[in-house]
């Protein structure tokens, strides 16, 4: 029998996986989410940030500011950036899509490698993060490019295969990132609003970092 923790997964991933249709196929969605997780990522780290430096004293209260600040600061060039190249021609959606799914293969992949193959540690700071984890990230990355290249024709496959490897990597880091930052904060979640999945700032950690890069990438290479 599915135990309740595995039901409100499943149901929550089916939650995102609509919206991310409806997305797709709806721009007024797409902006509307761009705005709204975005700020709902930028308050739980916010409450992860300030969990990290709660002591009240000069050097903390400035770092939570500079922390708060920059976190915020880059938010809003994250959605303006998506929003921008949105609006701009369907090649430019077909770049925000190929660097979102990049970075939730990155993810899947680590996640199945790191099961079965397990071993060595990949950094102290996430323990749940292994070697044979990162380069299944890699290797599950690249299973997008036969299915997208046609649509990426102005790019060499060697091209587009190099600038899969580089999306992938930064979406690792920005998931090594905010691990490091909830084991700083002793917290397992950053948030609870999705079921089973915790903040959304847990499910969108490599995506603030691969998208933007990504986008940047296709359209200045």
Known sequence: MINLELKKRIFTSIFLISLLILMYFYSYVMIIVLIIVPLIAWIEFYGLIS????????????LLFFFKSISLLYLLI?????????SKSIT???FIVYS??????????????GK???????????????????????IFSLLLVPF????????????????TLLISLVSQTGDLFISFLKRK?????????????????????????????????????
């Open 185 to 221: 904060a002793r917290v397992k979640d950053t948030g609870d609003l999705l079921p089973g999945h915790g903040g959304f700032l847990d499910r969108i950690d490599g995506i603030l970092f691969a998208v933007p890069f990504g986008l940047i990438l296709f359209n200045f290479l």
């Open 51 to 62: 969990k990290i430096f709660k002591k009240n004293n000069l050097r903390n209260k400035i």
């Open 148 to 163: 997208f290249y046609q649509h990426l024709g102005n790019f060499k496959i060697s091209t587009l295969i190099v600038i």
């Open 116 to 138: 079965i193959f397990k071993g060595k540690k990949l950094i102290k700071t996430s323990p749940n993060k292994t070697i044979s984890g990162a380069f299944g990230s890699l």
């Open 100 to 113: 979102l799914l990049i970075s939730i293969n990155t993810d899947v992949g680590g996640f199945i490698f």
């Open 92 to 94: 430019s959606e077909i």
């Open 78 to 86: 994250f959605s303006f950036l998506l929003i921008t190249f949105k």
